[in-house]
């Protein structure tokens, strides 16, 4: 198949761009941008689809970049300056950009094996913040992460890049509130697995090292300036704090839930 060819900020380009740029335009078309050999890899070996690869109309491209434009339906020869400006880089060649498919935000793409461990983020507003917890639940055994309420997008590009591919290893759910959540997590009780809600707050009731993490385990992070919404708090079956000393009165999102991460992999191997 003949590469389309795109010289000018045409209004194609202008389609690709608000990939990067718009979330409602991402939404609306159900498809987002990856970049960097990792990503794209990671998106095609856990079997996302490729929709359209772009690559640099004046660039001998590598083998890997080769077979990966054999493998999409559409293939776009870019001019390089129109390539970095839409890799949003000022400096450094950008071989090659993939358009994806966007799942849809079923609860059912979550596994939920007997030694579950999940993750909630609350109203989040940093999409790179989003990004590194994927990356830690992927390096750490967590088998989802649900994005709920008014939050940023998991599919941003700052998202998609600070994951560094797990995002297409790791399931993560939108949901506009709580309600589908609590529902899902009913139907997963009834279904016999025995999920407990952890709540992570600054003045919980249990040292996160004191709760037992090798139980199936849902761990809620609040907004990173408002903590977790009151929903989310009621719901809870037990409240975990971080021990701290200093003058800091909390961590960031991502480093408060990688910390739980952790102590959960690490309680698991210890009782394995």
Known sequence: MADLRISTRNSRFQLLEALTRNRNHRLRERRFVVQGVRPISQAIEHGWTILTVIHDAERSLSPWA????????????????????????????????????????????????????????????????????????????????????????????????????????????????????????????????????????????VDVWDYDFTQPSLVLIGNETTGLARGWRDAADVMVRVPMSGSASSLNASNAATLMLYEAARQRATSA
């Open 66 to 205: 080769r077979e990966v434009l054999q493998q999409a339906p559409e293939t776009i020869a870019m001019s390089p300056a129109l390539l970095a400006e839409l890799a949003d880089k000022d400096e450094g060649a950008t071989e090659i950009i993939a358009v994806v498919a966007m799942p849809d935000d079923e609860l059912s793409r979550i596994p939920v094996p007997q030694d579950f461990l999940g993750m909630v983020f609350d109203r989040p507003t940093q999409p790179g913040n989003i990004g590194s917890i994927l990356r830690s639940m992927d390096a750490l055994g967590g088998h989802g992460l649900i994005v709920s309420g008014h939050a940023a997008d998991p599919y941003d590009p700052k998202s998609v890049r600070a994951s560094t591919g797990s995002l297409f290893a790791t399931p993560v759910i939108r949901t506009a509130s709580g309600g589908p959540v609590f529902d899902w997590v009913h139907q997963v009780r009834a279904q016999g697995t025995p999920l407990t809600l952890v709540a992570t707050d600054e003045h919980g009731d």
